[in-house]
């Protein structure tokens, strides 16, 4: 059928398109061996003989063809190259044709001949593609490298051929043209081609300079051998065959399209080194040789060629020179700024500060973007990586003049100007990093904190910068000069910091729990855990002096992790000593930092499972700062949510976008304020927003926990507005026992 045959021929092209590649990438490999058994197959015919001549006319047609043949394969960008070397092998053939016409129609073997028009012809046309296949390659090193090589081969070539060849033909100018011309074409393609080969050059372009220096062998040797008596020439056509077989052979590799790249300063290969180095040694060389020198002429040119390459040496090692220099100037201007900025880094920043510290006190800003970590964790970094050159800029625009250096991750710092005390800087760059960032088609808001400083000593001037800086992140500050206010509190910070992990160990820590009572009747339905540190030495440590400082050195991770297990241990006692009258739910502060680990879902499943405290009797109270950046702990929330933990939102309506959060946060509880509660009992506006939360709370399904709660009053009108759920020292204030079966009192009625 006729589809069955269209399957069949596409089957076979497949197979076709499989094989032909290797084929082809192995065709100059036949080729080569092909000519050799040609090469060592002439010389099986019969010496001079007809048969001979046309075999040996066959193989060099066959490389013109066979050139043109690789430029229809690989298709070349300089296609041209080949087309003029397979004309030089032609006009190379066309000679062989006129010399054997010479030779058996003629019967007559004169030279020079009208067949040297042709051979010479060839020369021309091989230089041409040798010089299109070299041309535009700019590389440090390889013209001087060229001449060298040119000069101390040329002055071979001058010792040994082309000077004998002068002496010997010195009766007829013809003669001494025509056999000079010879040895004199074959140096010069074999120059170009040393120029080719200074590069990293392709298995083609070595396959050329192959062919160019079995030329130049042969050439040479048939014209001495002619001057210094008859000679039959096929002791030289070895060389001429294989020549033609090389050309071929370079056009039929499959490298022939691909460009030769240029050798890297410093990357020249042994062997070329090695090679330029014995043509600089030519010259003094000769002179050890025998009867080499013995004549003016000889002489003169030893003379003239030592002259040049000791000129040619000193112009190239002036050359590495100048590479070595540049490359150390890249080196230093790599090493002294920031890959993704372009801007300074911190080496070259704090050279800048020493240097100008001779002269004055440096002041320093010190620049820490906020919220950049989030951009990194919700975005990828490739998105942060933009973010971060865009900022870049702007400080750059905002500062001219300003010494602006990016010291790693989300840090800057400016060196200012002498005199200016940085108030107008900082408030400029707070001013432009105001503005969204927009990137990948979305708005990025990225605000910044910075710390002014000055000191004699650089290293100092930093530092108070940056503690600067730190204090104004706390406090929301967008600048702050530095104090020795500043250093006293980071001093008692590292103090605490140092004591937090032995107190841990050592057991400094307790837990104490405040009731959460549901009204009317004051019942105890909850507790809130809350940490204590109590210090052998100083007494109880309050939470606001430990817990900042255990956010910043990450021990807060370690330390919520206890406070979990511990309160969560405590609840499934009192559940088993108290039943009914123990409370239902227990509720553990947890931080921005311990929602940022990935692994804290895990850690709250792994402690339930462990308590055998169900996961509805446990609720994570976040407070809305460390879920408005969204990300990982906005993703933490939701695993926990998927366990049957409840989710309370912490002093919910203080913090950036309280009613925004509702929609991204799964939650469960609102604990109000104490600042809403605190005043609940005064008329006019201040029983507004409770009024108004309740409201959110009871429209949203969620419940409602009012906070702070020190008087009847307050729980009385707070329950008059829809609250159930109330918490404060009127109730109880935190214990490690509480008394979960009293009753209020003052229970509104």
Not at 217 to 241: E, W
Not at 281 to 293: C, E, Q, R, Y
């Amino acid at each position: 059928m006729p589809s069955d045959r269209v399957g069949d021929n596409a089957q076979l092209c497949a197979t076709a398109d499989d094989w032909l590649p290797v084929r082809r990438e192995n065709l100059w490999w036949w080729w080569i061996a092909a000519g050799a058994a040609a090469t060592a197959g002439y010389y099986l015919l019969p010496t001079g003989g007809l048969a001979a001549n046309l075999f040996y006319n066959g193989i060099g047609l066959l490389s013109a063809v066979a050139i043109l043949a690789g430029v229809r394969m690989y298709r070349p960008a300089k296609a041209a190259v080949w087309y003029w070397l397979s004309a030089g092998q032609a006009a190379s053939v066309a000679g062989d044709l006129v010399w054997e016409w010479y030779r058996w129609i003629l019967h007559q073997e004169p030279y020079p001949s009208a067949a040297d028009i042709f051979y010479l012809s060839s020369y021309p046309m091989l230089a041409v593609g040798l010089w299109l296949l070299v041309r535009g390659r700019r590389t440090g090193g390889t013209l001087t490298a060229a001449a060298m090589a040119g000069i101390g081969l040329g002055l071979v070539f001058w010792v040994f051929v082309l000077h004998p060849i002068a002496a010997e033909s010195a009766d007829s100018w013809l003669l001494w043209v025509i056999s000079t011309a010879y040895p004199a074409a074959d140096a010069l393609l074999l120059a170009i081609l040393v120029r080719l080969l200074t590069a990293r050059g392709t298995s083609s372009t070595r396959l050329l300079g192959l062919a160019a220096v079995l030329l130049l062998v042969a050439d040479a040797g048939y014209s001495i051998a002619s001057l210094h008596g008859d000679t039959d020439s096929d002791q030289f056509s070895a060389g001429f065959l294989l020549s033609y077989v090389m050309w071929a052979a370079a056009a039929l590799h499959p490298s022939m399209a691909a460009e030769a790249k240029p050798a890297a300063s410093g990357q020249q290969g042994v062997g070329q080194r090695v090679f330029l180095s014995v043509c600089t040694l030519m010259a003094p060389a000769m002179l050890f040789i025998p009867d080499v020198g013995d004549n003016t002429v000889d002489r003169v040119a030893i003379g003239m060629a030592s002259a040049a390459l000791v000129l040619l040496s000193a112009a190239r090692m002036a050359g590495l020179i100048r590479q070595v220099q540049a490359k150390a100037t890249e080196l230093r201007q790599i090493a002294m700024h920031d890959d993704l900025t372009g801007l300074p880094n911190r080496r070259y920043f704090e050279q800048a500060l020493t240097r100008a510290a001779g002269t004055e006190r440096p002041r320093v800003a010190f620049l820490g973007l906020d919220g950049f970590k989030n951009v990194n964790d919700e975005l990828g970094r490739p998105v942060g990586d933009q973010v971060l050159v865009l900022l870049a800029a702007r400080i750059v625009g905002a500062a001219p003049g300003t010494l602006v250096a990016r010291l790693g991750g989300d840090e800057f710092a400016l060196l200012l100007p002498g005199g200016d005390t940085g108030g107008q800087v900082a408030e400029r760059l707070v001013a432009a990093l105001a503005a969204p960032v927009e990137v990948d088609g979305q708005e990025l808001l990225v605000g910044a904190s910075i710390g002014l400083a000055k000191a004699g000593d650089p290293v100092e001037a930093l530092r108070r910068a940056e503690t600067a800086m730190h204090a104004a992140k706390e406090t929301g500050e967008p600048y702050r000069h530095w104090s020795p206010a500043l250093d006293e509190r980071a001093g008692e910070h590292a103090r605490i910091g140092a004591e937090l992990q032995a107190a841990l160990h050592a057991g400094h820590f307790r837990v104490v729990y405040q009731p959460i009572v549901a009204m009317p009747d004051a019942r105890v339905t909850a507790v809130e855990a809350l940490v204590r540190w109590e210090h052998p030495e100083r007494g109880t440590v309050s939470p606001a002096q430990f817990v900042p400082v255990a956010e910043r050195n990450g021990l807060i991770v370690e330390l919520g992790a206890w406070i979990m297990r511990t309160a969560c241990e405590q609840l499934v006692r009192w559940q088993a000593e108290l039943g009914p009258d123990a409370p239902e739910r227990v509720s553990v502060n947890v931080s921005a930092r311990q929602l940022a680990r990935p692994e804290f879902p895990g850690m709250v499943a792994d402690i339930l499972a462990s308590t055998g405290l169900p996961a509805s009797c446990l609720t994570v109270e976040v407070t809305e700062t460390a879920v408005f950046g969204g990300g990982q702990a906005v993703t933490a929330l939701h695993h926990l949510r998927s366990l049957g933990v409840r989710i309370a939102l912490d002093d919910f309506g203080t913090g950036h976008s309280s009613l925004g959060l509702l929609h991204t946060v799964p939650v469960d509880v609102l604990k109000v304020d104490k600042s809403f509660v605190d005043r609940i009992t005064e008329a006019g506006r201040h029983a507004v927003i409770a009024s108004a939360l309740i409201q959110v709370s009871q429209g949203l399904g969620l419940t409602a926990v009012a906070e702070g709660v020190e008087t009847a009053e307050q729980a009385q009108a707070l329950y008059a507005l829809g609250y159930r759920l109330l918490q404060g020292y009127y109730f109880g204030k935190p214990a490690a026992e509480p008394e979960f079966t009293r009753r209020s009192s003052a229970s509104p009625a």
